[in-house]
């Protein structure tokens, strides 16, 4: 099973999204995990990982790792050499050994080395891909082909827009 992840912050909350998949050219998820968490760290630039691995972490308690063959999540694995992003201390999280893949849909500056910039559709903005357990070009071509003629694959707009669904405040 694969799984991607997204958090939205509000109020002092964290809402949490996880779709699960088999395959990665899937259009629809086997199923949705979501979790609202509150009393989440602030915002620490260049140490986001302090904020939302532990909202990742609270949901992943709902799943079986045994099960999990690797995860997305919307961020970076490695900002620059030698510092982990937030996939970086979800990989280590699990002995390293689950793969972990990062899709952000930003540049982080410094990181020159450490991911790949993907086009896809008709895009003009790339997604950035890093990985860390598994192959970068693996990786890159995994999020590739994932289902979607878009910038964003399917699945991984929908966990976008499930995270940022109406809550009950």
């Not at 799984?3 to 050219?25: E, G, H």
């Not at 790339?126 to 699945?155: C, V």
Request: hydrophobic letters at 35%; a negative charge.
């Amino acid at each position: 099973m694969i799984l991607a992840f997204d958090t939205y912050y509000y109020n002092n909350k964290a809402k949490t999204i996880a779709v699960s998949f088999n395959d990665w050219q899937d259009g629809e998820p086997l199923r949705i995990y979501s979790e609202i968490i509150e009393g989440v760290a602030d915002y620490e630039p260049g140490s986001f990982y302090k904020r939302e691995l532990p909202c990742i972490l609270s949901l992943l308690n709902k799943i079986n790792p045994e099960e999990i063959d690797a995860i997305i999540i919307d961020g970076y694995t490695t900002l620059e050499e030698n510092k982990l992003g937030l996939g970086g201390h979800l990989y280590e999280k699990f002995d390293q050994k689950i793969p972990i893949i990062g899709v952000a849909k930003s540049q982080y500056q410094s990181n020159t080395s450490n991911y790949k910039a993907l086009l896809r559709g008709e895009s003009i903005r790339p997604l950035y891909i890093s990985a860390i357990g598994i192959d970068l070009e693996e990786a890159y071509n995994h999020i590739k082909t994932m289902h979607g003629n878009f910038r964003m694959p399917t699945l991984l707009q929908l966990v976008d827009t499930k995270t940022k669904e109406k809550t009950i405040h």
